[in-house]
């Protein structure tokens, strides 16, 4: 049960990082935060035209999923906000999702969180 609530907390944390980071990005894309979906998901950022899922550059595949699925449901172009840090490993999912996002029509937006 200890596991069962780390991992809780360490998901939570997570999330909360990146709504901070969406509250941060919205007004850069004149988006609105968190808006729900038919289905019960969230949009992290809905534009006039994309829906955009925010997501650290550790969780770049889970992003490119996100955003068709959300520019489906909305009939909106789909776009991610890979998160990046100075980390190689950053610039490497970078290089990743790059290529699928030109091969699938995903716009990608790279931006920098701002160091501690």
């Not at 955009?52 to 172009?77: F, N, P």
């Not at 490993?89 to 701002?114: F, H, N, Q």
């Amino acid at each position: 049960m200890k596991w069962f609530i780390t991992f809780l907390f360490l998901a939570n944390s997570a999330m909360a990082g990146e709504l901070e980071e969406c509250v941060r990005l919205a007004p850069k894309y004149n988006a609105k935060i968190e808006v729900r979906m038919r289905d019960g998901t969230r949009c992290d950022l809905l534009t006039p035209t994309h829906a955009i899922e925010v997501d650290y550059a550790r969780k770049w595949a889970e992003g490119i999923g996100q955003a068709l699925h959300y520019a489906d449901l909305t009939g909106k172009k789909p776009g991610v906000v890979l998160l990046m840090t100075r980390k190689l490993t950053d610039w490497y999912a970078a290089v990743r999702i790059s290529k699928l996002c030109g091969k699938y029509g995903v716009d990608l937006y790279l931006e920098m969180l701002p160091e501690e």
